[in-house]
């Protein structure tokens, strides 16, 4: 689980391990992670916990770094997301967003579409900043997050 975008309207995702009592063979690293209502009133560092728990040493064993070693909360700064309906859905990301480059790189035998395109360090989520979204429909002509075309 490398360079994902995980982002909730209510508290932060990823950062309550609740039953989780061994690691198991998962590697992960580069994620960024977003509460709309809750995030910005984080005041310490919400991995602290469980970077300090025996369960993070034990996830050593099978990713040397650790579990979320390379993880941050912090706001994706994507072009649109209200945390009600009143407004549509942007999920471009916005030019300073901590998601470019803010990604870990992974090993180049790795598949990955984009991966020789990175000068520096590779964009978190789904869409980078830059790509046209993709459009669905007769001839793509629904895009994501801007509705109907007249042509594509």
Known sequence: MFN???VQIEKVPGTGFAGIKRPGNVRGGGNLLWGLQDGPALTADPF???RASALFAASKKFYEPGLTTHDRVTDP????????DSQPVDLRLQPGSPALSGGQRLPTE??????ATYKDAPHIGAIPLGVQPWGVGVNGRILLFRGRTEKR
């Open 110 to 115: 790795w598949p990955e579409s984009v991966h």
């Open 4 to 6: 994902n975008l995980f």
């Open 77 to 84: 700064k994507f072009v649109n997301l209200p945390a009600d």
């Open 48 to 50: 602290a916990k469980f």
